[in-house]
Nanobody
Framework: QVQLVESGGGLVQAGGSLRLSCAAS????????MGWFRQAPGKERESVAA????????YYAYSAKGRFTISRDNAKNTVYLQMNSLKPEDTAIYYC???????????????????WGKGTLVTVSS
């Protein structure tokens, strides 16, 4: 089992920044690729960004490219999502997820993830 706990959400004005963190415990963190997903009210959960086990390969959804940066610190068992130039449409619950089924390669599929955190709310006001 892998336990994931997100933090760093909150209320921010449009154009502002937030840094989300996800602390992992329970298994060897570097065995897992990690991802950030989000779910807005009335919408399906969607991938935002993903990172492979070492941090050498990343994926960004089109909506996140150029504004968000995913990174990880395997020594601290933590994955981060730096979000800049936030927009009201970024408002959602943000979830951290881990997958161990692809040999450390990232996945951007909701059903490709094995473990999920409980989420942290990000609200961007206009």
């Amino acid at each position: 089992q892998v336990q994931l706990v997100e933090s760093g959400g909150g209320l921010v004005q449009a154009g502002g920044s937030l840094r989300l963190s996800c602390a992992a415990s329970g298994r060897t963190f570097s065995d897992y690729a990690m991802g950030w997903f989000r779910q807005a009210p009335g919408k399906e959960r969607e991938s935002v960004a993903a990172i492979n086990w070492s941090g050498s390969s990343t994926y960004y959804a089109y909506s996140a490219k150029g504004r968000f940066t995913i990174s990880r610190d395997n020594a601290k068992n933590t994955v981060y999502l730096q979000m800049n130039s936030l927009k009201p449409e970024d408002t959602a619950i943000y979830y951290c997820a881990a997958t161990g089924r692809y040999g450390g390669i990232w996945s951007n599929k909701v059903d490709g993830m094995d473990y999920w955190g409980k989420g942290t709310l990000v609200t961007v006001s206009s």
